[in-house]
């Protein structure tokens, strides 16, 4: 079993890091540090996640997201075509995002987190992964005041995160995850997000994965058997029901499984997480399987964060050594 998480740390980290990403984004906004003091704040924050996933001995690394506000904004404020809004809730969560909202036809104007990526990869030795939002959790999370239509919009967010891919492929990303939270909740569009990945990912030559969180696939996931990616991820904490409809699904990919709860600061126990891998490992092969938390960490305290990584590689370990 490969060992990751989904993308974002925390963000606030009480005596773990020498500067805090919230505060210096304040003090940026107030003026009272430059563009570039502010990019070391993130720089610094980079390599510190990045190390904290090296000594926990995960086997793929993600940059933890410190410059992320939410999925959509890092590429919204940068694309043609769109002004964020005010907060909106994000699905069902106690979670708010700024809303984009789309007024023409969005345009890629070059590459939107390349050099961020390039980077966060400098700081490793093991392989790190891209994260962009998947197209249609983009479409169906923003506004449209321009297509006015669900798969015009869907399409053409297809189009142009298929170029900002390209490009992170170009800079040496051999993974790149598209998270579509949006495929958990009530009726998706499954034929319309399903031939969206497929746009995205068409003559990519890294590793893809799709991976959705938060909500249950609600018999949804034979159809996600069907996209054009190597590796789909599944969240098994918010769904347990999911582990039992694998069952029942013909497998046609490597599975990446959210095992612990991202969201709840009680840690899962090695002997938990060794039942769990029982049950799997009658479903698939374990060396089909990716095993993370169910969503990403940023909304835990530091530690919990912390011990949640450490407590997956050490299960997956000792599971090897039985």
């Known amino acids: 079993m490969i060992t990751t998480t989904v993308g974002n740390f925390p963000k ?15 003090r940026w906004q107030r003026k009272e540090l430059t563009d570039s003091e502010l ?57 708010y995002y ?10 890629w104007t070059g590459p939107i987190l390349v050099r961020d990526y390039q980077f966060a990869a400098q700081c490793t030795s093991r392989p790190l ?11 169906k999370m923003s506004e449209d005041r321009y297509y006015k239509s669900e798969q015009k919009f869907t399409r053409a967010m297809a189009e142009i995160l298929h170029q900002e891919a390209k490009a992170l492929e170009h800079a040496g990303a051999p993974f790149i995850q598209f998270d579509e939270p949006a495929l958990g909740f009530a009726k998706p569009n499954m034929a319309l997000a399903v031939e969206a990945i497929g746009i995205v ?16 696939l609600n018999g949804n996931l034979g159809s996600l058997m069907r996209a054009k990616v190597d590796v789909i991820g599944l969240d098994l904490v ?36 060794h039942a769990l891998f029982n049950v799997i490992r009658k479903i698939l092969p374990l060396e089909q399987i990716y095993v993370n938390p169910n969503t990403g960490l940023e909304f835990l305290p530091h530690e919990q964060a912390l011990q949640k990584i450490q407590r997956l590689q050490e299960a997956v370990v000792s599971y090897g050594e039985r």
């Open 98 to 107: 700024r809303r984009p909202i789309l007024h023409k036809a969005p345009r």
């Open 129 to 139: 992964k891209a994260i962009l939002p998947g197209p249609y959790t983009f479409a």
């Open 238 to 273: 918010s769904s347990p029901k999911t582990i039992m409809n694998l069952k029942h699904v013909p497998i046609k990919k490597t599975l990446a499984l959210g095992c612990l709860d991202g969201r709840n600061t009680k840690l899962e126990s090695v002997t938990e997480l």
């Open 39 to 95: 990019e070391r704040v993130f720089q610094e924050v980079t390599k510190a996640v990045i190390q904290e996933q090296e000594t926990a001995g995960l086997d793929l690394l993600t940059d933890g997201q410190v410059r992320w506000e939410d999925l959509l904004n890092p590429i919204a404020r940068k694309l043609e075509g769109f002004e964020i809004n005010g907060l909106s809730r994000w699905f069902d969560n106690n979670i």
């Open 12 to 26: 606030v980290a009480e005596d773990a890091y020498t500067t805090k990403v919230i505060g210096a984004i304040s």
């Open 201 to 216: 990912t068409q003559g990519l030559k890294a590793k893809t994965a799709l991976y959705t969180y938060f909500g249950a």
